[in-house]
């Protein structure tokens, strides 16, 4: 479908890419160059010198076939619109699917239902977060907000539309809700999403990527431009466009400017490099809450999921426990602050034969198994008599049915061999900022205004965990019913 009246022109994200990373976040002049005052250019830049030519036209065009992405297409879908989710992966569920699926909400009237006394209000979670945004009573009302949606995500899954979460089983995490087959197994969750998405009608276009956002010739934005498995560029014209491309850890860059202290972690994310981000600042708008994430990630999730509900214990290499090892998000930052950059999981064959099994065989030949207390110092490379005091004291510990140094009261169970462990290091898996948004999840300009037509959810939008993700996504889908209903 090639341009006729209308001209159109994609916005060149290279420059956005530089200024986010130099701490600008004005757009692109015409000259491709970034203007000196960081504002909004009253044009844009052409990637190269190809001309915008569409070759598809839909109504929403969704950028991002994540948990937010996935919820941002049903209802403008279900209400009859043309909607395209585009991915640059050959399937949907982004970085969600794979992870531990520790799907933390308190809002949730499920919540309230199985787990009453971890339920808080919107009001109390206002008072519970309150403290901590003093100076910032717009992330309050945008945690509150997500809060809120993300308990909506949780209903949605169970009551409309039947998902059974896991029973509730004794660990430090009441308010979680798990996947129905256990640690790791987030792929039933979606296959249902999917189910639903696919129902509304709305379609997916896999291994295609984003590259930058089209505008018209007045500058309201019109779609987007993609490069597509053959390298060709693939432009599609659409009323609206949602970004719901991630975060950008990947993109070292931006973490040596926004998160210095783990910049130099291994990552274990690719892709996610803050394209859909830097697209937003190209087209005019700003960043909000760019820092470092709550906390990092262990290679292995074996290495400290497994702690959320069996016995297991965290040694350093010096033979010290180092943190509750129900506190499960506490080990990587936790050997990092005790000067390590590694350490061990010990568990036994309660949890190794327990429900768990994709996330033990995630971890693959990490796992390594020894039948007595000499085997395992030698295959973790452990003096013997470190290996004993470590044992000894968390027998004592068991004994006693008390842990003086770090208050840990589930899961206190002497291990028998045979023992199982793996040598676990930190990693960045997760960012933290991306676009500022409205209430409505519209991509804001520097004055605090929506840019029309533009949307943006999930980690592109600042989200870090899988609930407050896919309660962005319904909102902004609730939100592109109402907009775009004609």
């Known amino acids: ?8 022109c994609a916005l060149g994200t290279a420059g956005a890419l530089t200024a986010i990373a130099a701490g600008m976040v004005g757009c692109a002049n015409e000259s491709g160059k970034l203007s000196d005052t960081g504002a909004a250019a009253p044009a844009a830049t052409a990637l190269g010198d190809a001309s915008v030519n569409f070759g598809q036209e839909v109504d929403i065009l969704v950028v991002g076939a994540g948990i937010s992405g996935m919820f941002a297409a049903i209802d403008p879908a279900a209400a009859g619109k043309n909607v395209l989710i585009v991915d640059q992966n050959a399937t949907y569920g982004g970085d969600a699917i794979y992870s ?14 199985e787990r009453p006394d971890k339920y808080m209000s919107p009001e109390e979670v206002r008072e519970k977060f309150a403290p901590y945004y003093e100076d910032n009573p717009e992330g309050l009302d945008r945690t509150v907000l997500l809060q809120d949606w993300g308990g909506r995500y949780i209903d949605r899954m169970h009551y409309d539309w039947g998902y059974q979460f896991q029973e509730l089983r004794e660990s430090p995490y009441h308010q979680a809700f798990f996947p129905k087959d256990g640690l790791c197994t987030m792929k039933s969750e979606f296959e249902l999403i999917n189910e639903k998405v696919t129902e509304a009608g709305a379609n997916y276009l896999f291994e ?3 590259k930058t956002l089209i505008t018209d010739e007045s500058g309201a934005i019109a779609g987007a431009r993609f490069v597509q498995k053959d390298g060709s560029l693939l432009d599609i014209k659409a009323q609206a466009v949602v970004l719901a491309t991630g975060g950008y850890v990947s993109n070292q860059e931006w973490m040596v400017k926004y998160a210095p202290e783990w910049a130099f972690l291994g990552n274990i994310v690719s892709g996610r490099k803050g394209d859909g981000i830097a697209a937003g600042v190209a087209a005019g708008g700003t960043l909000a809450g760019m820092t470092a994430s709550s906390n990092l990630n262990p290679r292995y999730e074996a290495g400290h999921m497994l702690g959320t509900f069996y016995p297991l214990i965290g ?4 033979g010290k426990r180092f ?13 990092l602050a005790a000067g390590y950059n590694e350490w061990y999981s010990i568990w036994d064959g309660v949890a190794q034969n327990g429900i768990d099994q994709e996330v033990i065989a995630h971890a693959g030949n990490a796992i390594q198994t020894a039948n007595t207390v000499e085997e395992l110092a030698e295959k973790m490379g452990l003096a013997l008599e470190t290996v004993q005091a470590a044992l000894a004291n968390w027998d004592a510990i068991c004994d006693n049915q008390e842990d003086p140094d770090f208050g840990k009261t589930l899961f206190l ?9 793996l040598r676990n290091y930190p990693v960045r898996y997760k960012s933290c900022g991306g676009l500022a948004v409205s209430d409505r999840m519209e991509v804001l300009d520097e004055g605090g205004n929506p840019i029309p037509n533009l949307y943006a959810c999930g980690c592109t939008a600042g989200t870090e965990d899988i609930v407050p993700a896919a309660g962005s996504g319904m909102l902004v889908s609730t939100t592109l019913a109402e907009d775009y209903a004609a």
């Open 1 to 8: 479908m090639s341009m006729n009246r209308r001209q159109f």
């Open 100 to 113: 531990a699926a520790c799907q933390m909400c308190s809002t949730a009237k499920l919540t309230e239902e």
């Open 208 to 210: 295609t990527t984003f």
């Open 315 to 318: 040694l350093l290499p010096n």
């Open 323 to 335: 943190y509750c090892e129900t506190a499960v998000h506490d080990a990587a930052t936790g050997a």
């Open 413 to 421: 169970q002497k291990l028998q061999p045979p023992y199982y462990f």
